[in-house]
Nanobody, 119 residues
Framework: QVQLVESGGGLVQAGGSLRLSCAASGSFFSINTMAWYRQAPGKQRELVAAITSGGTANYAGSVKGRFTISRDNAKNTVNLQMNSLKPEDTAVYYC?????????????WGQGTQVTVSS
C-alpha cells in the first residue's frame, strides 16, 4: 500500500510563515506530479500548488509569490513553504500524489493538516 503523511500545520499570526511536508511511503514504481490542495470550511477543495517530477511548479493566483513548492525525488517528499500568511489561507491542507504502481496510475491523498492564520 501507499501512504502520504503530512506534517507541519498549526496556528500562526497573519504575516507569519509555516512549512508543510509530505512523505510518500510504500511500494510503487514512481511518483509523477505532487501537489498541495486546501479546503476551507464551506468551500470546495482547491489546488494550491503542484510540481512535476522534473521540477516544474505552478501555483494558484492567490498564493503566487508567497508560497513555494519543492520536492525531493530521492526521498519521495514534497514541501510547501508558506510565507506572508493571510487569514484567508486558513484551511485543511492536503498532499496529493500521482503514483505509478505497475502500469497503472493512482491518485493518493494524505489525511490533511490544519493551517489556521489569525488576524
Amino acid at each position: 500500500q501507499v501512504q502520504l503523511v503530512e506534517s507541519g500545520g498549526g496556528l500562526v499570526q497573519a504575516g507569519g510563515s509555516l512549512r508543510l511536508s509530505c512523505a510518500a511511503s510504500g511500494s510503487f514504481f514512481s511518483i509523477n506530479t505532487m501537489a498541495w490542495y486546501r479546503q476551507a470550511p464551506g468551500k470546495q477543495r482547491e489546488l494550491v500548488a503542484a510540481i512535476t517530477s522534473g521540477g516544474t511548479a505552478n501555483y494558484a493566483g492567490s498564493v503566487k509569490g508567497r508560497f513555494t513548492i519543492s520536492r525531493d525525488n530521492a526521498k519521495n517528499t514534497v514541501n510547501l513553504q508558506m510565507n506572508s500568511l493571510k487569514p484567508e489561507d486558513t484551511a485543511v491542507y492536503y498532499c496529493n500524489a500521482d503514483i505509478l504502481r505497475g502500469m497503472i496510475k493512482y491518485d493518493y491523498w494524505g489525511q490533511g493538516t490544519q493551517v489556521t492564520v489569525s488576524s
